[in-house]
């Protein structure tokens, strides 16, 4: 699909893991020195992707918690009043090497599979998405 609904997987961190895998295979890269960079687009439809990125994805269906997104800046923003859960626009996840990842500005923030932090057989931890923030 041009967009991955990704809160729709039953074990996401396997559709996450395959593309780390598909690329290094692709490119070369040894599996165990890849990691991930995330980088929120503008786009807040699936409709508005035209193009899928030869390697790695487009994710919908991610929400942050205590914090706010400024699309217009994209970057985190302070929670807005009485909102407290807030959806993300469309995020790219893309396979890099991991001595080739330079990030500055950018807060490491975990991605869960529920709310609960956890599922049904005790496993949360996604991944762990690069948000923009000016602070």
């Known amino acids: 699909p041009m967009v991955m609904w ?44 035209k193009v899928r990125p030869r390697h790695g994805c487009y ?30 626009p469309i995020m790219e996840v893309i396979p890099i090497e991991a001595s080739k990842l330079k990030l500055s500005n950018t807060f490491k923030a975990p991605v869960y599979v529920t709310q609960a932090r956890r599922n049904a057989m005790g496993v949360g931890l996604v991944f762990e998405a690069d948000l923009a923030t000016t602070e």
């Open 59 to 88: 994710v919908t269906g991610l929400y942050l918690e205590g914090a706010g997104w400024d699309v217009k800046r994209s970057v985190l923003k302070k929670q807005d009043p009485k909102v407290l859960v807030t959806e993300l």
């Open 6 to 49: 990704l809160s729709g997987l039953h074990i996401p961190e396997t559709y996450i893991a395959a593309l780390v895998q598909a690329a290094c295979r692709d490119k070369g890269w040894p599996l165990d020195k890849s990691t991930l960079y995330t980088k929120v687009t503008k786009y807040t439809d699936s409709s508005q992707v």
